[in-house]
Nanobody, 119 residues
Framework: QVQLVESGGGLVQAGTSLRLSCAAS????????MVWYRQAPGKEREFVAG????????NYKDPVKGRFTISRDNAKNTVYLQMNSLKPEDTAVYYC????????????WGPGTQVTVSS
């Protein structure tokens, strides 16, 4: 089992930045690729960004490329999502998840953190 807890969400104005964190406990953190998903009101949950087990490979959904950066610190069992130049359409609940690879369906999910971007 892997337990995940997100933090860092909040209400911000468009154009500003937020950094989300996701702390993991349980099984070996570095054994998992880590991914961020988000779900906006009335929409399906969607992939945002992913990072491989050692942090060598990253992948991003097109609308966030160049604005969001995913990183991880395996010594701290934490994955981060730096979000810059936020837009109202980034408003969603953000979830971190652990998976075997970036492309596979996650095995473990956090409860989510709300990000609201006002215009």
């Amino acid at each position: 089992q892997v337990q995940l807890v997100e933090s860092g969400g909040g209400l911000v104005q468009a154009g500003t930045s937020l950094r989300l964190s996701c702390a993991a406990s349980g099984r070996t953190f570095s054994a998992y690729a880590m991914v961020w998903y988000r779900q906006a009101p009335g929409k399906e949950r969607e992939f945002v960004a992913g990072i491989s087990r050692l942090g060598i490979v990253t992948n991003y959904k097109d609308p966030v490329k160049g604005r969001f950066t995913i990183s991880r610190d395996n010594a701290k069992n934490t994955v981060y999502l730096q979000m810059n130049s936020l837009k109202p359409e980034d408003t969603a609940v953000y979830y971190c998840a652990a998976s075997k690879t970036i492309a596979t369906t996650p095995d473990y999910w956090g409860p989510g953190t709300q990000v609201t971007v006002s215009s």
